[in-house]
């Protein structure tokens, strides 16, 4: 659909997962809690209005019902932080859950569908979202029961869980998606695209050791400590280096340090890259060390993690992106692990009234 939509997002973090959204879209209003966040997403799209606040005050919610309304807003964006109930539904501390909506910040999505006349909703979360129970009318069901229940007779409501890598981005990244469109709409889903492995996607950028800087934006390698980097030195791709026999992770004192199979882990290069997390600048952390390149003396290189442009790469981020001065590395991983793909977003959103 090339008509222009105007949009709200809420729960949008920095905003990444809206990086790449089509032009005739127009999100009009943003809302994010935390203000470093609310302040990136500013950067990002300043035309957008942010209300940085807490969504559970009626005053924050009122703003973005007037904006939605004013606006002629059809499209609704929620990506909630997955606050909710343990899969098991009713437990031993549900008390606890149920005294706080913060709790079950998806409630806070309904009042606002509830209050505007969207055409389209998408909600997006990690897959144990759907599995989750939430309260609704006495009793715990799933979301899309709650949906169906709730809005069935004016939406349809289809969910599905959508991996990255099927769609054209080289990352192994599965979402929940949930998508609601009026019945007079029309709203497809993606069609699945050949996997790009790592080796297609950032195999033609220069190696680096730990600390080096190729001059390429973006394309300087973290530092790491240097125990770290003699074990993954003799680390082989898609090998974890807590297996190894002699050069293993070891603390300072020289003990071993214990983890599971996949932390201190290379990835492999013929396969897309594990799913990035808030935590992929550590290198003992869950696949997060380049494949590397096997040396003439056995060991490997590149004993790291990703570059910043590498982890665009494989994340569909723009290699041109900028930042707020100041912001620090951590700052960019963490947000980016946060958020969907922007690539998969665009891909759903694009199919709006088709």
Known sequence: MNSKINAISLFSSAGIGELRLPNNIHVVAANELLSPRANCYHYFYPSTKMYCGDITLSAIKNQIITEANENKCRLLIATPPCQGLSTLGKNKVQTQYEVDRR??????????????????????????????????????????????????????????????????IPQSRPRAIIKMWKHKCLWSWPKEEPEITLRDAIGHLPSLEPGQDSGIPWHYAKPHNERAVLAMRHTEPGKSAIANEIYYPKKEDGTRIKGFHNTFKRMVWDQPCPARTTYCGSISSHNNVHPGYILPDGTYSDPRVLTLLETFIVSSIPETISFPKGTTDTFIRTIIGEAIPPRLMEKIVSLIGR
């Open 103 to 168: 709790n079950f910040l998806i409630l806070e999505v309904l009042d606002i569908i509830d209050a505007c006349d969207f055409d389209y909703i998408l909600i997006e979360n990690v897959p144990k979202f759907i599995e989750m129970y939430f309260p609704y009318n006495n009793q715990y069901l799933h979301l899309e029961d709650i949906l169906n229940e709730k809005y069935g007779n004016q939406y349809n409501v289809d969910v599905r869980v959508l991996n990255a890598k099927d769609y054209g």
